[in-house]
């Protein structure tokens, strides 16, 4: 009996002590959006005394919480996205949970890629329209993220495309299904470990709406990279989804809005390709608890 307290006192220790150490990752990607913004402004001060302008603008209009200016906020997600890939990108390297030498040739065999592709395209797609359904009866929960939203629009295609199509998503997978997923599976089981992970991954993005969307997103991120073993599905999976908002967004923007069968074809398009996704990751993963 006493052995059995001091089992689960030892077990406690672990599981504050892994908490804490991913919490400090997390805490890590905030400072790293700090030091970006500082490398970005020093930037524009060092280009030129006429950007000083600018600079000053966009200060004024970050002290009336306004988006500021697009290509601006999305190159500091740049930089602080390439800082912090580094840093976790290390981190995953060494984790004592990477499988070495790795069967790549399995994880990345042509089922685990054709459900890639069902489930981003149709996560994206279904989630895109069900929150396009929504924004029309509740436009006013939508303000905040059409603000981020526009960021992007507004901002140069050249970084916007780099950040949001590939650095961005290759970035957050290192942090969060990458470091973070790790440092919790140490000590929690998968589904917890994943649910935790997800929890941040919603927090991280500071938006209800995004972080919703980013928690649900962060689950079947973190489900890919547990049944492939790989940090490269889920980062397939995150560009596939980022590549076909953009897309959708870029096609429909010229529209007031969608009509309603327009809507509801899209969205059972999403259902069915990311059902079926779905249904190929939750096999692998009862095959791989069998094993």
């Known amino acids: 009996m006493g052995q059995k307290i001091e089992e689960e006192k030892n077990w406690r220790i672990v599981r504050n002590r892994v908490c804490i150490r991913a919490l400090l990752i997390f805490l890590g990607i905030i400072l790293m959006q700090v030091l970006a913004y500082m490398l970005c402004i020093a930037g524009i001060m060092f280009y030129g005394v006429a950007a000083k302008q600018q600079t000053a603008d966009l200060f004024g209009n970050l002290a009336k919480a306004d988006v500021g200016n697009g290509t601006f906020i999305v190159a500091i997600s740049l930089v602080s996205a390439v800082l912090s890939g580094i840093w976790c990108g290390i981190l995953y390297w060494k984790s004592d949970w990477r499988e070495r030498p790795f069967d790549y040739h399995a994880a990345l065999s042509w089922k685990n890629v054709l459900a890639a592709f069902a489930t981003g395209i149709g996560f994206c797609l279904f989630l895109q329209m069900a929150l396009t359904g929504i924004a029309e009866l509740v436009p006013e929960a939508f303000g905040s993220y059409n603000q981020i939203m526009g960021s992007l629009t507004d901002s140069s295609i050249v970084i916007t495309v780099l950040y949001v199509l590939l650095i961005g998503p290759v970035a957050e997978e290192l942090i969060f299904r990458g470091a973070i997923l790790d440092r919790f599976y140490l000590a929690f089981p998968f589904w917890v470990a994943n ?17 919703l969307y980013a928690f649900c997103l962060g689950m079947v991120l973190g489900l890919t990279r547990h049944v492939s073993g790989s940090i490269l599905v889920p980062a397939f999976i995150h560009i596939l989804f980022n590549m076909t908002s953009y897309l959708t967004g870029y096609i429909f923007s010229e529209e007031d809005s969608l009509q309603a069968w327009t809507l509801l074809v899209f969205l059972c398009i999403g259902f069915a390709l990311l059902f079926g996704g779905l249904r190929h990751w939750w096999r692998g993963f009862k095959k791989k608890a069998v094993n």
Do not use: D, E, R, T
Not at 195 to 211: D, E, K, P, S, T
């Open 195 to 211: 649910l935790l992970q997800a929890l941040l991954f919603g927090v991280y993005h500071m938006n209800l709406i995004q972080g």
